[in-house]
């Protein structure tokens, strides 16, 4: 079960071309393509008629010829011509999805359509602040449950052990987290003070010796992490106070969607508050954070596979903020299904 009624990253946007590109959305099967003007389209990867996927027809011009019979669908999915006929068949339609660019990113909007509106997209501080560096990202797929990834988004605490050699260092073991359940998602995060600064970091911050360092690890509805992490020399944390100048900001947005139940496409991208226009700094950070998200699939994809095969009933004190992210999501979700019902009734009479 997924929340329809949100925008959920469907591409890369030079993913998606002149020409037919398939994707799976929770569990929807999905054309995307641009027009000729550039814009672009998404509709029911299925012609009406024998359900032959519409990526394996043809682009012509901006509609969409299926390769079976060919029936051609305009950028709404309305079915335009249908050969040897005068006028197309009155159900021949493939429904289309709203859409919308952002952050070098293709959104769609999987529920209502009358409810689609870009304006809720995530706000993502800093794009475009000229001060501000951009890892422009990359995407993976991981074969394990979309709520695993949010969990994973929630628990400052792994970093000590998934990602030893990168984000983590054993001098943050044990430090408490503060959770808090915001309007739109949950928010875990800590102060740890007088610390190493982690690998990952290290080669970056510009001063020396120890941090002060902040996890801010957020999980938005329905699945979008905005991981903080703060570096200021030891002795000048502060929520309150004007930052340090040498202070170091980070900014991971990380963008989670369900393929099916047991797998999920994970997108990201990272701001910096210093070298904006360093292209080495954005490769390293590229390559640096790709290989920690490996680490994450590895562990991910084996806790979905122990979960399916025996589930735990055994929570942590650090499960607190994923447990309540879930359940927020069980809420959204259960109300999205219950308002519904009536309405599939009713086509139903
Ligand atoms: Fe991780």
Do not use: Q, Y
């Given at each position: 079960m997924f929340l329809k009624n949100a925008w959920y990253v469907?591409?890369?946007?030079?993913?998606?071309?002149?020409h037919l590109h398939a994707v799976k959305v929770l569990g929807e099967d999905i054309l995307l393509y641009r027009t000729q003007s550039g814009g672009v389209v998404a509709l029911?990867?299925?012609?009406?008629?024998?359900?032959?996927?519409?990526?394996m027809g043809r682009l012509q011009g901006d509609e969409v010829e299926c390769g079976y019979h060919g029936l051609v669908f305009d950028c709404a999915g309305t079915c335009t011509r249908a050969p040897g006929l005068a006028h197309p068949p009155k159900p021949a339609a493939a429904r289309s999805y709203p859409v919308a660019e952002r952050y070098g990113l293709v959104w769609i909007w999987?529920?209502?359509?009358?409810?689609?509106?870009?304006?809720?997209i995530i706000q993502v501080e800093?794009?475009?602040?000229?001060a501000w560096g951009v890892n422009r990202g990359d995407a993976m797929l991981v074969h394990c449950n979309y709520l695993y990834l949010t969990d994973n988004l929630l628990d400052p605490s792994h970093v000590s052990w998934v990602h030893q050699t990168s984000?983590?260092?054993?001098?943050?073991?044990g430090e408490p987290m503060k959770t808090q359940v915001n309007e739109n998602g949950v928010l875990v995060s800590r102060w740890m003070r007088n610390v190493e600064v982690a690998p990952f970091y290290a080669k970056f911050v510009k001063f020396d010796g120890n941090c002060d360092r902040k996890q801010h690890y957020e999980v938005r509805v329905p699945a979008h992490a905005v991981i903080k992490a703060i570096f200021t020399p030891?002795?000048?944390?502060?929520?309150?106070?004007p930052f340090h100048p040498d202070i170091f900001l980070m900014d991971s947005y990380n963008f989670l969607t369900p393929v099916d139940e047991s797998t999920t496409r994970y997108f990201w991208f990272q701001l910096r508050?210093?070298?904006?226009?360093?292209e080495s700094v954005s490769q390293q950070f590229a390559e640096d954070v790709r290989g920690a998200f490996e680490e994450d699939r590895v562990v991910l994809e084996a806790v979905h596979a122990g979960m399916a095969k025996n589930p735990s009933r055994m929570n942590l004190p650090l499960d607190a903020g994923p447990l309540r992210f879930r359940q927020k999501m069980k809420a959204l979700i259960d109300a999205e299904q219950t308002a519904a019902q009536p309405a599939a009734l009713a086509m139903a009479r």
């Open positions: 469907a591409a890369t946007d030079h993913e998606v071309g002149r029911e990867d299925a012609c009406p008629h024998r359900k032959l996927p519409l990526s999987m529920g209502d359509a009358a409810k689609a509106d870009p304006g809720d800093h794009w475009g602040d000229p984000f983590g260092s054993a001098s943050m073991i030891a002795g000048t944390a502060s929520d309150t106070e508050n210093f070298s904006p226009d360093d």
